[in-house]
């Protein structure tokens, strides 16, 4: 099941629970010993910065994939470490990521070092509004680069944040790759609690043996796999990188943005529950995937009048920064979360790699 670990750092005792989460974040995705040291290290700092500098905020540890897939059958995993807070911002990010930078008279190592030594490293703040910032650490085996094709143009990334700071989240996200076309899917088990994250699983164990087929095949496959358990909610889309197309269908409440060039619209799912309520018929939205767009699929744990930004449209972040962005201007104290909030994206590479 999708553990998370969802650390509150508002105190120096908090930073210590998030370098013990990074360490079994670690040993669950099967790190050696070297990355486990720097996922730690990362999380410590990162844990440490948000104190410092921000008066505190929230740390989101989890195992997922990397941002881009090297092969089809591809079981690289990488603990990802997500810090979020809505403190004072950084006024200039790359004099911030330099070693030796501070403005609180501390040694100033802290997102410079993380930036050194992650194996993935990105962050956005805007003064005023806060900060985010995503470390992942789990290099590819052996230090395969990423296949030619097509293919390896596309990223993937995605936050989970448990309801009411459980173990698990009821939300699951996952993508695959077979050929030119990527997947990516995101599963909302009903409820939450483990029950629910029982059923996200089920559906994340279904899609691996589904890359080859289309949206609406893959999710007439996952209603056979989740038989048997409370359901989901469950969207699935797919980029044919090499025709240019995106294709996606869905069933259930989650949410799907498409941002074309700065416009966005909803690309919309039929009712009901995959593995025990699924339509009879499935509608398959088809439309051109280009450099300019950028696809946001949600849970029902994000308000329900979420608007998007235009920092949710930066085709250029990574797309967990992306993710972890939306969850942030979408929540507030006034408006506490009902539900496990999960939120996956799809963008296209940078240009100056993954």
């Known amino acids: 099941m999708p553990r998370v670990w969802d650390v509150p750092v508002h105190d120096s005792t908090r930073v210590r629970d998030a370098r013990v989460a990074a360490e079994h974040a670690a040993a669950m995705a099967g790190l050696d010993d070297q990355h486990t040291a720097t ?3 990362v999380a410590t700092e990162l844990a440490t910065n948000l104190l410092k500098h921000a008066g505190g905020g929230e740390v989101l540890i989890d195992v997922v994939a990397p941002a881009v897939l090297t092969a089809e059958r591809a079981e690289t995993r990488q603990v990802q470490v997500v810090t979020v807070d809505h403190g004072p911002g950084i006024a200039d990010v790359a004099a911030a990521l330099r070693d030796g930078f501070s403005t609180t008279r501390s040694l100033g190592a802290g997102l410079g070092t993380c930036a050194r030594l992650a194996d993935a490293f990105d962050l956005h703040s805007v003064p005023g509004r806060g900060t985010v910032v995503v470390a992942r650490v789990g290099a590819v085996p052996g230090g395969r680069a990423a296949e030619p094709g097509p293919a390896a143009g596309v990223r993937a990334g995605a936050v989970n944040v448990p309801f009411g700071g459980a173990d698990y989240s009821g939300d699951a996200w996952a993508w695959v790759r077979a050929g030119d076309r990527v997947t990516l899917m995101l599963a909302d ?5 483990p029950e629910a994250a029982r059923a996200s ?3 994340v164990e279904a899609l691996r043996g589904a890359a080859h087929l289309t949206p609406a095949q893959a999710l007439r496959r996952l209603d056979t796999a989740l038989t048997g358990t409370r ?3 469950v969207a699935v889309a797919q ?3 090499r025709a240019g197309v995106l294709r996606f269908a869905g069933v259930g409440n989650i ?3 498409l941002c074309e060039g700065g416009t966005w619209r909803h690309l919309v799912s039929r009712p009901g529950i995959v593995g025990t309520h699924r339509p009879t018929t499935l509608r398959e939205e ?3 995937w280009a450099d300019d767009r950028v696809l946001v699929l949600h849970s029902d744990g994000l308000p329900s009048r979420w608007t998007p930004t235009p920092d949710t449209c930066r085709t250029a972040a990574d797309p ?3 993710a972890a962005v939306t969850v942030r201007d979408a929540s507030s104290s006034a408006r506490p979360v009902r539900d496990d909030t999960a939120v996956a994206v799809l963008a296209p590479s940078s240009p100056d790699g993954p």
């Open 201 to 203: 699983t089920a559906a």
């Open 189 to 193: 088990g009903l409820g939450h609690g």
């Open 255 to 257: 949410g799907a943005r």
């Open 286 to 288: 088809e439309t051109a």
């Open 39 to 41: 996922a730690a290290l």
């Open 320 to 322: 967990a920064v992306t």
């Open 239 to 241: 980029v044919d990188t």
């Open 231 to 233: 359901g989901a909610a």
